[in-house]
């Protein structure tokens, strides 16, 4: 089962995802309570509803978001679509995770969600790119061909 896994053609773009709200939610979290206060009990809580909301929106909102604008969208279809693509889809999904967690977590002081939500978008924003693009999308795609290169791939009757 293992192998299956490992193997399947999505393996790297899921660990990705998993990874990448990993650290921005614990970058959020550390940013919020800071490092003396920055418990596991936190991230224990927000984490998998986190991973949850970012798989959602990026399943149903955001990738078919991204799919229509290369489409539609005469100058970005012409934009290589490995930066693109996970850009539009970083934008999207902070814009709808943030104003969420935002509002569920009541991370803002009363009377100010807006101005609350857009700095935290704002900062989520700016670290992730570069997060993404230069930390998390090289070395977990890396991490999962080197994993794939150790394990055998599954025998054609095993799919």
Not at 20 to 34: D, E, K
Request: with cysteine.
């Amino acid at each position: 089962m293992l192998r299956k896994i490992i193997h399947h053609p999505d393996a790297s773009g899921l660990a990705v995802m998993a990874t990448m709200v990993f650290c921005m939610s614990n970058y959020n979290l550390v940013w919020r309570y800071g490092f003396g206060n920055h418990h596991f009990q936190h991230e224990a809580v927000i984490y998998p509803i986190a991973l949850t909301m970012v798989f959602l929106t990026k399943k149903f909102i955001s990738a078919p978001l991204a799919k229509l604008l290369h489409k539609r969208s005469s100058w970005l279809s012409k934009q290589p679509k490995h930066i693109t693509f996970p850009l539009l889809i970083i934008s999207c999904n902070t814009l709808i995770v943030i104003a969420v967690m935002t509002l569920v977590f009541k991370n803002y002081v009363p009377s100010h969600y807006l101005f609350d939500y857009l700095r935290n978008w704002i900062r989520a924003f700016v670290v992730a790119i570069p997060v993404f693009f230069f930390v998390v999308r090289p070395l977990v795609t890396r991490f999962v061909k080197w994993l794939q290169s150790k394990v055998a791939a599954p025998m054609v009757e095993e799919l």
